[in-house]
């Protein structure tokens, strides 16, 4: 079983930057696809981004290229999120995920295995 803790969320204006965390519990960390999901109020939770195990393949929903990066610390069993130029519409709880399939499966639609509490981002225009 994984635990998953983010932090990191916040009020910033539009156009401002936030860098989520996911901590995670265990010694399998690495066994594990990690991804990052949102849900708004009155919407369904939406695929965000998601890193492979190694580090080595990442995948972002066409919202989130060009101003999302994620990036994954095996070492301190930690995933982040970057978010650049952020906008209104970027509002939304933000969830992080540990799944057990492969990282293109997760983007494609794949349902994670763990998720976290979840952490607010709110973006002021």
């Known amino acids: 079983q994984v635990q998953l803790v983010e932090s990191g969320g916040g009020l910033v204006q539009a156009g401002g930057s936030l860098r989520l965390s996911c901590a995670a519990s265990?010694?399998?960390?690495?066994?594990?696809?990690m991804g990052w999901f949102r849900q708004a109020p009155g919407k369904e939770r939406e695929f965000v981004s998601v890193?492979?195990?190694?580090?080595?393949?990442?995948y972002y929903a066409d919202s989130a290229k060009g101003r999302f990066t994620i990036s994954r610390d095996n070492a301190k069993n930690t995933v982040y999120l970057q978010m650049n130029s952020l906008k209104p519409e970027d509002t939304a709880v933000y969830y992080c995920?540990?799944?057990?399939?492969?990282?293109?499966?997760?983007?494609?639609?794949?349902?994670?295995?763990?998720w976290g509490q979840g952490t607010q981002v709110t973006v002021s225009s």
């Open positions: 890193i492979s195990w190694s580090g080595g393949s990442t």
């Open positions: 265990g010694r399998t960390f690495r066994r594990y696809s």
């Open positions: 995920a540990a799944s057990e399939k492969v990282a293109v499966v997760v983007a494609g639609g794949g349902r994670p295995d763990y």
